[in-house]
């Protein structure tokens, strides 16, 4: 097992990476981060000025490693 951390960035803002999570590998941890991300957008979709949803996937020393984003774009017609 290996620790990762989750550092989110939401609409009420920042929350750091303080808890470790333990999973067998890198990809399981992505499978996980997504699983948030879904329930993120679930509790509301990103708003202005952010715009986005995500989170950074940190290893066992804070560095990370990947990050995802969840972006809604509205594109207005001109027609």
């Known amino acids: 097992m290996a620790a990762f951390y989750f550092k989110v960035i ?3 803002g920042t929350i750091p990476a303080d808890d470790p999570f333990d ?5 399981a941890a992505i499978r996980q ?4 991300l879904a329930e993120m957008a679930l509790d509301g ?3 202005d000025p952010v715009k986005a949803l995500e ?6 020393d804070h560095r990370p490693v ?6 809604l ?6 027609a």
């Open 33 to 36: 981060a997504k699983i948030v």
């Open 10 to 12: 939401d609409n009420d």
């Open 66 to 71: 990947v990050r995802m984003k969840l972006e």
């Open 73 to 78: 774009q509205i594109h207005w017609s001109t």
């Open 45 to 47: 979709l990103p708003e």
């Open 55 to 60: 989170i950074e996937v940190q290893n066992a």
């Open 23 to 27: 999973f067998p590998d890198l990809i």
